[in-house]
């Protein structure tokens, strides 16, 4: 592509409304604008990039046995009723009206879409299984649309979604899928982790989210440092010591109230009693699905509230406002306590609770506090569990190595369904012996537009992008530093059409400009090679070569180019750990 033709409307200063490097550096390089919050246009060097990565996924999933289709964005409400998601979904759906006064929305995912296709087509065992992906726009109305392509409301997706016979089917599904995002995700240059994360109520390990390592990322991830764990902090399991000290409950004196006048805080609550967070019982009021229901950690841990919706079953969770607090514990909100809460409402420990005894709580009661509580001597515990979020300085809880706290861009998600859907959208099938039985489903997605913003925020120096070669917007940039000089022009034009019948994607800079504007772009946009070719390269037959992320320059042979540029353009792949497609 003649870059003299080419449209780049490339900025000199960042945009004030970007926070993060890929944000800035896909407007400088002109490669997106905005068109509103979370929506953007995607300029020809973008969409370049953009479809590079589309190409790989697709290939992947095609090798994996997925089947291409592509359904409408537009979808009935109906079909969200069927399932209970036109209530639930809440207002990152954005409904619209047709002229007839009908309700629709524009498609976050297509898990109602998809099952409605299949359960009107697929009705045999033989037909299955199936999986099928589409590579589309989505909308979300985000809460808090940010970072550019990494948050959007509307932004590329590829989803998938499986349909089996039975559980070892779906199971066999889902590690296909795991395994072509590996692929993918390797192909396109990521350096990324795959991690458990959470399941809700199909519980098991069947969700994993594909997490791009970078410090932008808005995740948290827990990975071991000896062995391969990795998990979203909503998932990673707390592991309890092994040895579990002697907790003589009948030891502790009996329960006493203190007064604590003003004193809410869990760190209040210290200083005033002369106590270590640890000697408390926090307290914390939930109502999940509409019940209350009361969770208990240490005073110096955290909640991990998705723990608690799994353990309890239901969908969801949110804190106590004041109102009910003062209903159940008759105080303030501050006062909460085991002992003597109102006792319809069901109380979760969590396990580390068992480890010692004689805790300070809140009293339920205005102003006070109780000493020497002793969990199973003065309360009802419905259920100890695992409920706290894991910490840095706690062990892997699968071979109880070091843990290190990263953050994380998720890139992918797959996701087992089971029979959520199908039963609810009766998507059955008649089995090998006649009977009707709902299909068991997998769902599979990639933010496509995300990952050139994660690509960047892993690829890039003060200059600008450092692009994989995978995905550059073009592979290699050609400078000709010709100016009026028709020798170096007439040969950059030869080298350029050398260049495209190898089949590499060219970007030829025959712009008349300066070379520092030239250098500068192209540094900017982060073509991962670059070739510039001046006057004084040609009197001595050698063309300059230019490795993005490094610096590194060699100089190519004018005579025997194509060869000398064909082996010097694998390398830069395998630098990247790539291989030339
Ligand atoms: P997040 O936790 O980031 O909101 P999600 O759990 O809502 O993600 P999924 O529904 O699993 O995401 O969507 C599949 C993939 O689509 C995600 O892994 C992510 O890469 C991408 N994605 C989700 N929301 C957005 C968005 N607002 N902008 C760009 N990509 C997105
Ligand atoms: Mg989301």
Redesign the pocket.
Known sequence: MRLSRYYIPTLKEDPADADVVSHKLLMRAGMIRKLTS?IYNYLPLGLRSINKVAAIVREEMDRAGAMEVLLPMVQPADLWVETGRWDYYGKELLRVKDRHGRDYCLG??HEEVITDLVRGEIKSYKQLPVNLYQIQT?F?D?IR?RFG?????E?I?K?AYSFDKDEDGAEKSYWEMFEAYRAAFSRIGLRFKPVQADSGAIGGDFSH??MVLADTG??TIASCLSCEFGANLEKARVKLPEAKPEVDESAVPAMEEVATPGVHTVEEVCSFLDITADKLVKTLLLVVDGEPVAALVRGDRELNDIKLRNIVGGNEIEMADEALVRELTNAPVGFAGPAGLDTNVPIYADRELTMSTDWVAGANKSDTHVLHLALERDCTIERYADLRVIEETDPCPECGGKIEFTRG?????V?KLGLKYSEKMEATFLDENGKSKPMVMGCY???V???VASAIEQNNDENGCCFPPSIAPFEVCLISLGGKDQDVADKAEELYGEIMKLGVDAAYDDRKERPGVKFAEADLIGYPMQLVLGGKGLKNGIIEAKDRKTGEKIELPLDGFAEAFTAWRKEIWNNWGLEIA
Request: net charge negative; no cysteine; hydrophobic share 30%.
């Open positions: 979370g976050p995912t989505k979300r985000e649309p392509l990494m948050r959007g409301r932004f997706m989803d989210e594909f808005e995740d861009i998720e890139v992918g998600h996701f997605g990639i933010g537009s995300r990952i």
